[in-house]
């Protein structure tokens, strides 16, 4: 943990302090659980004075996830300074994985962390909106680098919310077994998949003729449609929507 | 909204005060404010004793999204009664569709729900946390009928993800224009886009060998179907999945 908050932001105050706080704050909420300790237990055991605890952390909950806004630091810079000509799909994966390098600098940490979050709903609402604010941050770059394509905003909202799941159902697997096993080589797998699915060079299955529809007749108001049984759902789907949606 | 709110569950308490409490509130929270409306001024403008509040709502917040767990309800047994031959895809898809359906059913309200939301940050992590049980249910339908596959679950995330994510863009779109537009036709494309990238008969991409229908395999059984032009896509769809699903 100490490693990943120094160096997300080096403008950041002194570690010291800020790490006591966090070191304090996590064993409380361990030995009598989060709602019962205060903000004063926490500056107590710590040895510091209320007003240093908001110095570094708006509320008790972030405390909690003390790395997130570094983090999310890291992955705008990061995207910010992507190349311009690379895929941005590819793109927004690496950023995500910025997220699994934070848990895996600290296994020991995380798995407490996230067996807390289990536990107390207040967390998991506030984990709720830091994992909305990676998914903004992904959806608008996919924004950017997608902007010549008519469904842009909507492929960007669709790809960003995909590679967040994928991302934290690697981590969350990894975090269950209590930090054990390959949490790399299940993240290739989890965003490998998102990729596929979605990567730059085509739109979903390609695009490509429409053989398997009959039908638009222009003026009448009954469509016939032809499809062979066994056909792909999404294929016809995608052939009924040319036929009907028109006029 | 009251015909959505009744609509949902038969069992709930008679909709009047319940409905005249949201009136209050919401006329509240638009005159003065969210945080500035304490759960007493509503009691008082709906002419109801507090703990009639709280048979009702379990917060302000939940007052702001009245008609959610009922839906929820709605998408679960929905979900619970889906023919076991469907595609789990077009089944979440269609699912998803009944979180539209509430928002449709009263326009006006729901623009002025969306712009609230925008404005507190305390009703959007409540939204998030909402949207996460519509996602955890769509993610276990898709686990449990998707169980054969060994990447079952990481693709039951991925795609319930995607499903709320392109119902999600849909919406917002449709609310940030004030309610106007054809948002049916918005969400047909929207969900069109994740059923074409994910939906069941192949991975992503395909890859698989049903080339559309004009293939040469004499022996196939061909299907007829007849839609009325303007029919909206996802009536087609449900027949043509019934009818092309079997084999």
Known sequence: MGAAAAGADATKPAPTMR????????????????????????????????????????????VVFPDHEGCLVEMTEYLRDAPADGDPVQQVCEAAR?????YAADPLFSVQRYRLTREVPGLRAHELSVVWRYELALAEHLRERGAGRADGALRADVVAAAVVAAHNHALRTWL???????????????????VRAFSDSAGPHGGGGTDGVDGERPDEE?????????????RVVRDVEGALGGS
Chains 1, 2 share one sequence.
């Open 19 to 62: 790490e006591s706080l966090i070191k304090a704050a996590f064993q409380l909420f361990l030995d009598r659980g989060f709602e019962q300790t205060t903000i004063d237990d926490i500056v107590a055991l710590a040895g510091v004075g209320r007003r240093s605890f908001f110095r570094y952390f708006p509320s008790k909950e972030d």
């Open 98 to 102: 910025l997220v699994l390098q934070m």
């Open 176 to 194: 269950r077994a209590g930090g054990e096993g390959d949490v790399q080589a299940a993240m290739d797998e989890a965003l490998g998949y998102v």
């Open 222 to 234: 009954v469509v016939v449609l032809l499809a062979r049984k066994g056909t792909p759902l999404w």
